[in-house]
C-alpha cells in the first residue's frame, strides 16, 4: 500500500508559476512511476504527466509540455510537478498517483488532490 499526498496548490495570475509536492509514505517509493493527473470541473481526468522510477523517463500531455516539469526525489519520497507559463484552462484539481506500470492509464494509488485556479 501507498498513500499519497500531494500539497503546494493555490491561486495564481496567468502567467505565473506553482510548485506541487506528492509525498509518499507506505512501501517503497522508488519501485513506482509516478503520475499526475488533473481534473477541471465539467471535464473527465486527463493525463498530465509521468516519471520512471528512477527519474529518467519523463512523458507530458501536449498541453503542458514545455511549461511543466516533472521531477523525483526518492530519498525524501517525494515527487513535484513544477508548473510555469500557467494558463486559465490549467485551472483543475491535480492528483499525483503511483503505479509499479510506466504505462498505467489507472494508477493503483491516488492522492486526495489539490486545487489549483489559475486567474486574475
Known amino acids: 500500500q501507498v498513500q499519497l499526498v500531494e500539497s503546494g496548490g493555490g491561486l495564481v495570475q496567468p502567467g505565473g508559476s506553482l510548485r506541487l509536492a506528492c509525498v509518499a509514505s507506505g512501501r517503497t517509493f522508488s519501485s513506482y512511476a509516478m503520475y499526475w493527473f488533473r481534473q477541471a470541473p465539467g471535464k473527465e481526468r486527463e493525463f498530465v504527466s509521468r516519471?520512471?522510477?528512477?527519474?529518467?523517463?519523463?512523458l507530458y500531455a501536449d498541453s503542458v509540455q514545455g511549461r511543466f516539469t516533472i521531477s523525483r526525489d526518492n530519498a525524501k519520497n517525494t515527487g513535484y510537478l513544477q508548473m510555469n507559463s500557467l494558463k486559465p484552462e490549467d485551472t483543475a484539481v491535480y492528483y499525483c498517483a503511483a503505479d509499479p506500470s510506466l504505462v498505467a492509464r489507472d494508477p493503483r494509488f491516488w492522492g486526495q488532490g489539490t486545487q489549483v485556479t489559475v486567474s486574475s
Open positions: 516519471i520512471s522510477w528512477s527519474g529518467d523517463g519523463t
